[in-house]
Structure formats: structure tokens, C-alpha cells
């Protein structure tokens, strides 16, 4: 079986286009994309999370499955690369931007909690986990990518990767696969216990 995608956002060229022209090099994967586009769509009204917008390619998947009562949530640091989703995206009325740290915000965000939350930064993943946590509904989705071992990680990461496994996995909130596909990935669905 081929698990190339067949079904993109029309947005997706372009947005790869300005991330070519910006230097940027760490969107998430097609199939990612993919898995990201379903699980919005199995949310209808759902209220979307996405930590880490970069140029806007995981929003362009996201937003290419919600349907028209959906909100989606997405925050970014660089401000420069973010500028290019907002761009490309942001006359889609689902959709609002944060520019910020993610960390600050998940420390401050007082909400309601999300049906999906895709952690695509080191806030929500590496670091402010437990909060990231929080903020999922019961029944809800938390995704995470670049799980496995890639060229160019940092010494130490691998143990960070490993240490964020296993603290997933004592959780008995969430009942969590690791899929060894795409980049690595973790789904973590919030039981209702």
C-alpha cells in the first residue's frame, strides 16, 4: 500500500514556494499533514490548537479538514515566517494567529480547552507538556512530530525524546500510540476518566 496523501491543500504550493524563498526547512511532512487534515475533520465545531505555525503549512493541512464551524489556534515565535501564513492564510475567518512565545502563552491562555492539539514546537513538547496536556478536551487529540532520530539533532535530544516517551506513556489520562511513520509521531487521545 502507498501512504503518499492524494489530497492537498490548494494552498500547499505556494506556501512551499515562500518557504523555499524564506530558507525554510522544517515543515511538517506530507503524510503528517495528512493524519493532521483527518483528525480535524473527525472534530466537527472543533476547536483547534497548533503550537508552531511556521509558514503555515500544518494550518493549510489542519484547515483543509475542519469544516466551516471550526476554529483553529496556531502560534509562532518567528514572526517573519509566520508572516508568510498570514499571507497565504489569513483571510480564512477559522483561523486566528499568534505571534509569541509558546510557552508564555500556554502559561497565560485561560480558555477553554481544544478538541485537537498539534505540538509542532518545542513549547507543548519538550517543554510546558503537563499544560499542553490541560488544554485538551476529553476525547481530544494531542499529536506530536520528529520523533525519530534526525540528522542534525543536538546530542542530548535523543534522551529528551525518550524522557518525553516515557512521560507520556505513565499517563493514565491519555491513551497514547507511537507510530513509527512520517517523522515518528505520537497520538494521545484524553479519556474521559
Do not use: N
Not at 480547552?113 to 498539534?118: A, E, I, M, Y
Amino acid at each position: 500500500m502507498d501512504d503518499t496523501p492524494s489530497r492537498f491543500p490548494v494552498i500547499l504550493s505556494a506556501l512551499r514556494a515562500k518557504a523555499r524563498e524564506a530558507g525554510f526547512t522544517m515543515s511538517s511532512e506530507d503524510r503528517t499533514g495528512s493524519l493532521l487534515a483527518a483528525l480535524a475533520a473527525a472534530k466537527p465545531a472543533g476547536r483547534i490548537l497548533e503550537l508552531g505555525t511556521g509558514v503555515g503549512e500544518g494550518a493549510a493541512w489542519l484547515l483543509s479538514g475542519m469544516d466551516l464551524t471550526s476554529s483553529l489556534t496556531t502560534v509562532e515565535l518567528d514572526t517573519s515566517v509566520q508572516a508568510i501564513a498570514q499571507e497565504q492564510l489569513g483571510a480564512d475567518p477559522r483561523v486566528t494567529f499568534v505571534s509569541g512565545d509558546g510557552a508564555a502563552w500556554l502559561e497565560q491562555y485561560d480558555g477553554a480547552p481544544f478538541d485537537l492539539v498539534f505540538a509542532d514546537a518545542w513549547p507543548g513538547k519538550f517543554t510546558h507538556l503537563d499544560r499542553a496536556l490541560e488544554l485538551v478536551a476529553p476525547g481530544g487529540t494531542y499529536l506530536i512530530d520528529d520523533l525519530t532520530p534526525q540528522p542534525g539533532w543536538p546530542e542530548a535530544h535523543e534522551a529528551s525524546v525518550q524522557r518525553l516517551l516515557a512521560h507520556l506513556e505513565q499517563r493514565d489520562d491519555f491513551r497514547c500510540v507511537r507510530l513509527t511513520w512520517a517523522s515518528g509521531l505520537v497520538m494521545a487521545v484524553r479519556t474521559s476518566r
